[in-house]
């Protein structure tokens, strides 16, 4: 069982409907991530929080806005997106942002589909 | 920058074959290393990881040593399972002060499939 949750695991929006995707942890990590997975690729950092600060913007679109409501939580809130956004969307968290000494965690992920 | 090259796949094997997947970076300093493990509709668990030059890193039968004199990591088990079968990522960081603080670099993955 994974330490790190994701919900829903799957989702189908369309291109005009508002969506969040949620990403849990209760190990006390300070430093969480959100990353895209297309398939047959790696993952693709989108952004990091650190102390529920945003840490890392990989000059991700605007319609991507996380949001870090405490230590436990992350939100990826979603809107206008286009076809080419759908992926697996993965959480991850870590002790804090030294992921040599304290590698990340993921989640299972969110298999996101835009219509 | 960083980068991380792995070897092409896929890669198929029979049940207890000898596996090698090839990983080799380009990165400044010392940057630490990770082998991640993609199981089919799961996200990636860490497998093994190194922090600096010469350690071994190993978990469930798999090893990779960091050899710094040719800038690789590359992934072996010596009989592998059916339940290997699986996308395997070699990734690097750096520490702080360096450009990728906090971001992991990914090799492009390499499938593996065992058969019975």
């Known amino acids: 069982d994974t330490e790190v949750t994701q919900t829903p695991k799957h989702l189908v929006m369309g291109m005009t409907n508002k969506k969040s995707l949620k990403c849990e942890q209760h190990?006390?990590?300070?430093?969480m991530y959100w990353y895209k997975q297309k398939a047959k690729k790696p993952p693709e950092l989108m952004f990091v929080y650190s102390y529920e600060k945003l840490s890392i913007n990989e000059s991700v679109p605007s319609r991507f806005s996380p949001e870090c409501p405490n230590s436990s939580l992350l939100n990826l809130h979603l809107h206008a997106l286009q076809p080419e956004d759908s992926a697996l969307y993965l959480c991850?968290?870590?002790?804090?942002?030294?992921?040599?000494?304290?590698?990340?965690?993921f989640g299972n992920g969110t298999r996101l589909t835009v219509t | 920058g960083n980068s991380v090259t792995q070897m092409e796949g896929p890669v198929t094997l029979s049940e207890e074959a000898f596996l090698t997947i090839n990983c080799t970076y380009t990165?400044?300093?010392?940057?630490?290393l990770f082998w991640y493990v993609q199981y089919p509709g799961e996200g990636l668990q860490l497998l093994l990881k190194a922090t600096k030059a010469d350690d071994k890193g190993s978990n469930k039968g798999f090893e990779a040593t960091y050899r710094k004199e040719t800038t690789s990591f590359h992934l072996e088990k010596g009989s592998v399972q059916v339940s290997d079968s699986a996308v395997y990522f070699c990734?690097?960081?750096?520490?702080?002060?360096?450009?990728?603080?906090?971001?992991?670099?990914f090799g492009q993955g390499t499938i593996l499939t065992v058969h019975p």
């Open positions: 990165a400044t300093g010392y940057p630490s």
């Open positions: 990734a690097l960081t750096q520490g702080a002060g360096g450009t990728s603080y906090g971001k992991l670099t």
């Open positions: 991850a968290s870590s002790q804090d942002l030294d992921i040599g000494g304290s590698p990340l965690h």
């Open positions: 190990m006390g990590h300070r430093a």
